[in-house]
């Protein structure tokens, strides 16, 4: 067992920001906050891995690509590879693949890039790290996504919200109304003679092009 590495493994969730300026966190069930993440949008689970312990073999010009796991009986060299998934147990998909192999130092990075769901809702992905060279030394992490609404819809409530207040429209009924008032007959007029106003010229000298 002296031999065996330690692992310690961090991680977290890069993508957009997020748009939702009102969102308020909420607690998952083991303690931790459910994470707001836009619908169908790109995001990635960055990982970063720490090992310490190794096998004290020798190091030479053949081994000083990667970490050499501790097999004294196997017949040839064997790296420490790991493969890291990210999959949602409830549907038994699985998201994310990739097989690393770790370096000749203690630290290993990597990411595994996902599309959250197209429909809103909370959902339970579980990143598993799982040792090919090693029994015992697998792990898995949940990871409690709450899917909000796609950003383009977020970005487009603001556009118009920010539209429709610079309208800053302040109509009241007290209003006055912008009616042409007609103009005072001439002296010269007969009595009983009232002037219409243009409007109306317009539409009396439409009546006698027609009639």
């Given at each position: 067992?002296?031999?065996?590495?330690?692992?310690?493994?961090?991680?977290?969730?890069?993508?957009?920001?997020?748009?939702?300026?009102?969102?308020?966190?909420?607690?998952?069930?083991?303690?931790?906050?459910?994470?707001?993440?836009?619908?169908?949008?790109?995001?990635?689970?960055?990982?970063?891995?720490?090992?310490?312990?190794?096998?004290?073999?020798?190091?030479?010009?053949?081994?000083?690509?990667?970490?050499?796991?501790?097999?004294?009986r196997f017949n040839?060299?064997?790296?420490?590879?790991?493969?890291?998934?990210?999959?949602?147990?409830?549907?038994?998909?699985?998201?994310?693949?990739?097989?690393?192999?770790?370096?000749?130092?203690?630290?290993?990075?990597?990411?595994?890039?996902?599309?959250?769901?197209e429909l809103t809702?909370?959902?339970?992905?579980?990143?598993?790290?799982?040792?090919?060279?090693?029994?015992?030394?697998?792990?898995?992490?949940?990871?409690?996504?709450?899917?909000?609404?796609?950003?383009?819809?977020?970005?487009?409530?603001?556009?118009?919200?920010?539209?429709?207040?610079?309208?800053n429209l302040d109509?009241?009924?007290?209003?006055?109304?912008?009616?042409?008032?007609?103009?005072?007959?001439?002296?010269?007029?007969?009595?009983?003679?009232?002037?219409?106003?243009?409007?109306?010229?317009?539409?009396?000298?439409?009546?006698?092009?027609?009639?």
């Open positions: 067992m002296k031999h065996l590495p330690q692992l310690k493994v961090d991680f977290n969730v890069s993508g957009r920001p997020l748009l939702a300026d009102d969102y308020k966190p909420q607690c998952a069930p083991d303690g931790r906050e459910w994470m707001p993440l836009h619908a169908d949008q790109e995001y990635s689970v960055d990982i970063h891995m720490t090992i310490r312990g190794s096998s004290k073999r020798k190091d030479t010009s053949r081994d000083r690509g990667a970490r050499r796991a501790h097999c004294p040839k060299p064997v790296d420490e590879t790991w493969w890291v998934l990210l999959g949602e147990p409830d549907t038994g998909e699985l998201i994310a693949m990739k097989r690393v192999s770790a370096p000749r130092g203690n630290h290993l990075s990597t990411s595994l890039a996902f599309y959250t769901p809702g909370r959902h339970i992905y579980t990143l598993y790290v799982i040792s090919q060279t090693y029994l015992g030394l697998d792990q898995q992490y949940d990871i409690y996504l709450d899917i909000i609404e796609s950003d383009i819809v977020y970005q487009m409530d603001k556009d118009f919200m920010d539209f429709e207040g610079d309208l109509i009241t009924e007290d209003d006055p109304l912008d009616i042409e008032e007609p103009a005072p007959p001439s002296p010269d007029a007969p009595p009983g003679f009232s002037p219409l106003s243009s409007d109306a010229r317009h539409q009396a000298w439409g009546r006698a092009a027609w009639s």
